[in-house]
C-alpha cells in the first residue's frame, strides 16, 4: 500500500511539473522519505535520477517546437543556456560536495525556506501574466463585438577530486569564452535569437544566479529547475520558452548530480532504473497533456500556474518531512 501511494504521488506530481518544464525534485524527496522511509540522502539521489528520467523525455518532446511569437527560433532558448547552464553545472558539482557534507536535517530546513520564497514570488508572476491575457482577451472580445456593429562509479579519492577540480575548471574556462563569444557578437551588430537582451553586465549577473540554482540542485536533488524556471520568468522570458529551457538545463544538471551520486556511492541501482522509467512517462504525459491546454486555450499563464504550484507544494511537502525529522530526534 505504501509503495502503490508513493508512487501514485510521484506520477502526480512529475505530470504537474512537466507542464512547467520544472523537475519536480522539490516533491519527489519528501515522498521517498515519508512514504518508503529512505534516508533523507538517499532520498534526495533516487530524486535526482528521476528528474533525469523526466528530462530526457521533455527535450524529445521539446526538439521540435517553435517559439510560439517567432516561429523562426526555437522554443528552446540555447543562448540563454549557453551563458546559464555552465555555472548551474558548477553549482551543482558544489552542492552535491556540500550535501555529503551537512547533517540531514539542516538540508530540508534549508530547503523550505528556498522554496517558500520562490513559490511566492512565482505565483505572482502568475497572476500577473493571467491579468494581461484576461485583458487581452476582453479587448479581442470588445474588437469582435465592434466589427459585428460595425499564446556507483568506483574511484580513489585522489581520482574523484581531481576529475571534480578538472570539470570546474573546464566549466569556468567555457563560460569566459561564451562570455566573449556573446559580447562580440552584441559589439558588431550580429542579431542574438533570445528573450534576453543581453549586456555586459547581466552576461556576468546572471550566469551568477544560474550558480545558486545549481547548487540548489546539487543539495537538494531538484534538478535546478525549480529555481531556474522561475528565475527565467522572472527576467522577463516567455513562459513556454521558460519551461523548455529549463527543462533542456535539467538534463544537464540532473545527469551531473546524479553521477555525483553514483561516485559518493549513495545511488541504489536497482531503485534508480525504477524511477528513472517512472520520471520518463509521466513527465511525456504531463507534456502533452500541457499542449492540449494551450492549443485550446491559449493560456501561457497555465504554464507559469504549473511553476508556481508545483514550488508551492514542494515547500509543504519538505515543512511535513522537516516536522516528521524533528519529532524522531
Request: charged residues 10%.
Amino acid at each position: 500500500m505504501t509503495t502503490t501511494a508513493c508512487l501514485f504521488h510521484e506520477v502526480v506530481g512529475l505530470i504537474l511539473a512537466a507542464g512547467g518544464g520544472i523537475g519536480g525534485g522539490g516533491i519527489l524527496v519528501p515522498t521517498y522519505i515519508l512514504l518508503l522511509d529512505f534516508p533523507v540522502k538517499r532520498a534526495i539521489s533516487l530524486a535526482s535520477v528521476t528528474v533525469l528520467g523526466g528530462a530526457i523525455a521533455n527535450n524529445l518532446l521539446n526538439a521540435r517546437k517553435r517559439h510560439p511569437d517567432h516561429d523562426h527560433r526555437s522554443v528552446i532558448d540555447w543562448t540563454l543556456i549557453l551563458q546559464l547552464e555552465p555555472m548551474t553545472i558548477a553549482g551543482t558539482i558544489l552542492g552535491t560536495l556540500l550535501n555529503k557534507a551537512l547533517p540531514a536535517l539542516l538540508l530540508v530546513i534549508l530547503m523550505v525556506a528556498l522554496l517558500s520564497y520562490t513559490a511566492q514570488n512565482t505565483l505572482t508572476k502568475a497572476n500577473e501574466l493571467n491579468q494581461k491575457e484576461n485583458e487581452a482577451a476582453a479587448r479581442v472580445r470588445e474588437g469582435e463585438t465592434n466589427s459585428k456593429t460595425g499564446t556507483s562509479f568506483n574511484c580513489g579519492p585522489w581520482c574523484f577530486w581531481t576529475a571534480e577540480a578538472f570539470m570546474i575548471i573546464v566549466i569556468f574556462v567555457f563560460v569566459i569564452c561564451e562570455r566573449r563569444s556573446l559580447l562580440r557578437r552584441i559589439d558588431s551588430g550580429v542579431p542574438i535569437y533570445s528573450d534576453i537582451v543581453w549586456t555586459k553586465a547581466n552576461t556576468v549577473r546572471y550566469p551568477c544566479y544560474s550558480m545558486g540554482a545549481g547548487l540548489v540542485a546539487g543539495l537538494f536533488g531538484v534538478g535546478g529547475g525549480i529555481i531556474n524556471g522561475p528565475l527565467m520568468l522572472a527576467l522577463g522570458v516567455h513562459p513556454a520558452v521558460a519551461s523548455a529551457s529549463s527543462a533542456c538545463m535539467i538534463l544537464f544538471t540532473s545527469l551531473t548530480a546524479t553521477l555525483s551520486f553514483m561516485a559518493f556511492g549513495i545511488l541504489v541501482p536497482d531503485y534508480a532504473i525504477f524511477c528513472m522509467l517512472v520520471g520518463f512517462v509521466s513527465t511525456a504525459l504531463g507534456q502533452l497533456g500541457m499542449s492540449v491546454l494551450l492549443k485550446r486555450y491559449q493560456r501561457n499563464s497555465y504554464i507559469a500556474y504549473c511553476i508556481g504550484l508545483v514550488v508551492a507544494i514542494s515547500a509543504v511537502a519538505m515543512v511535513i518531512e522537516s516536522i516528521v525529522a524533528i519529532m524522531h530526534t
